[in-house]
């Protein structure tokens, strides 16, 4: 077959085509279906699949972590009554208002009981919290290094919450080489209170 005789071919006769012609026809109108079909439909059907897989898979992540969320739901649940028991306790740690007093004197008691000798003692305002208020109170003695450490020592093991901020110690002015020489501890202590329920409305 010569390319001459493609010329000759006539599209009203179709069925007078030779075999080869009629074969590579249909084959490129099988391609041309194939391709329009995809373009027109199957495409956008893949592209919607993809999206569905990909949800399915955001699906079963969720469904897991809350599966296993539920499996544990009891430990939660008793780890929440620690909390709240734990909480319970340190809140007990904190002084109510008519308590305050007393451990103001507990501190500076502290202080006299490590041998430290007071030149400030002055509580400042109280600075209101979401549920506690903080006291604090700038302090400045004058003692040995070990009876500053017997102080501290004797802070932490009040029964009450007290913590100690911004330390400076510096020297009096005496023998530097001395072991036994005095020194100045100024800071600032902290304390704090509940506050009711009603002072936090």
Known sequence: MELRDLNEL????????????????????????????YYLDTRAQLVRLDAARARELELRQTFEAKQRKAANLSAYRQQI?????????????????????????DVSQTGLAAGLEFELFQPDGELSKEFYAELPINIRVTGRYHEFGQFISGL???????????????????????TDAKLSLQARVNTYRYLEEAATR
């Not at 620690?82 to 340190?90: D, L, R, T, V």
């Open 10 to 37: 006539d599209f009203s006769n179709l069925s007078e085509w030779p075999t080869l012609i009629k074969a590579v026809t249909i084959l490129i109108c099988c391609i041309g279906i194939g391709v329009g079909v």
């Open 81 to 105: 009554e620690e909390m709240k028991e734990s909480f319970g306790a340190m809140l007990r740690q904190l002084p109510d208002k008519t308590e305050v007093a007393a451990l103001l004197v």
């Open 156 to 178: 932490a093991a009040l029964p009450r919450i007290v913590t100690i901020h911004d330390v400076k110690i510096s020297s009096t002015g005496g023998d530097r080489g001395a």
